[in-house]
């Protein structure tokens, strides 16, 4: 890191030259102090080109930042979906007696309402943008999965029609389906 200084037998001859003496002590000295100054520029640099920004890396995260570099423990979770039941579940249950409207819960909370006539009829599974269904978000806090449970009542008499539980991953989208 520190180069060797090296005097010739000419700097020898300077320096028993009074008048010189000074003048090369001042060159030797701006040289070390030059050198110095240049140690400490590059630790500084090195140290901040060390330095990671910190933040949420997790892609699935509420919070995920584009930017950190180094994980700080900081990701929160959400968890969205959406509760569908197919055509047999909707005769067999919601039409005699007529049940016109299901209230859903997670965790024992209302998340919202709607008309029990919205049966998923199109092939495969319903996603998070499926019109017509009840969807969700649902706040983990820091978990990445965590288990929830759900009730889905009779908006009317608030007799329960469907209930269970589902482990929910955090930004994944769940496709709930309620049989009986």
Known sequence: MFSNIF?????FF???????K???LHKISTYLEMKKTLLFIGLGLLTLASCKKKGCTDENAAN????AEKDDETCEYNATGVFYYDQDTYLATLVTPPINELSYYIDGVLIGTIGSDNSWTDSGL????STGLMQFTVSMGAQKQKLHNYEVRNAATDAVVFSGSMVFV???CHAVELTN
């Open 22 to 24: 000074i003048h090369t």
């Open 170 to 172: 955090g930004g994944t």
């Open 64 to 67: 995920y930042d584009v930017t």
């Open 14 to 20: 300077e320096l028993k030259d009074s008048n010189k």
């Open 7 to 11: 005097l010739s037998k000419s700097s």
């Open 126 to 129: 319903p996603d998070c943008s």
